[in-house]
């Protein structure tokens, strides 16, 4: 069964490179793929309307209640499975799937999430400080108002590159208790001595910093690569879309590994290289970005990479999750 990709009962976001992203898929009527990052569901919609059967996961608890009307609509050929990516391949092979013909990863923050104000995960409207992708554990407002200074600067030094770090922790703990998204996109303002007419808001990159710290993104996508890389035939392709350079420096390191482009020295000979394990991945053509005609529809698109890589024949790594 296929599902038009237009219609009324269309996603409400269409993700960055779509096209590109099912295009690379190559997608041949029944097979089954994985989407990753259900969201809204454009690349799951897309890969139903290519004749695929999809697994389609998601740890936001929104997003599987949301997606159930195109469950329906895709009658069987769509599954939406409420766990971490970072899962799929022990969650496929609990519903009797060995090996799939493609996954695709849309990595980061959903539109979903970010234009709800209630989630916390954007200051373009006061909310909760909330941040939390599966609206369980702790919220952004219980890790501020109880890490240390130090623990909070390091994170927003590391996972938001931002080189005032100290300054904001500094000025996140003098503030504290801190219940909303509003008064710490303030105080990360005050903290930077930001002026309106600034190109940038510098607290873009402090909620960056710790909404990766919350849902443990890195260590997500580190994880997500390595199931995908066991859920993968010989011969299905790995798509990848990154938002920032943290992310897209992980994907672009495990492929350069997977694919044996990574330089092997010896413990014994230094400077010699020595051969490592078979390539699990061969990589599929250059980093794709978008164009002008999406960047001018979606501007939020600026900053996306996509990466794409078919899988070999050669057993995963051992090490792999």
Known sequence: MTVSATGPSAAP??????????DALAIAPGETHVDGTFGAGGYSRAMLARGAHVFAFDRDPDAIRDGAALVAESEGALILVPERFSRMADALAERGISAVDGVTLDIGVSSMQFDRAERGFSFQADGPLDMRMEQSGQSAADFLNTADETEIADIIYTLGEEPKSRRIARAIVAARPITRTGELAQIVRRATGYKPHDKKDPATRTFQAIRIHLNRELGELEDGLAAAERALKPGGRLAVVTFHSLEDRIVKRFLRDRSGAAPQGSRHLPGMPVKGPEPSFEAV?????????????????????????RRTAAPAREDAA
């Open 13 to 22: 976001h269409v993700p960055v490179l779509l096209d590109e992203v099912i």
């Open 285 to 309: 053509g250059k980093a794709v970005r978008p164009g002008e005609a999406e960047l001018a529809r979606n501007p939020r698109a600026r900053s996306a990479t996509l990466r794409v890589a």
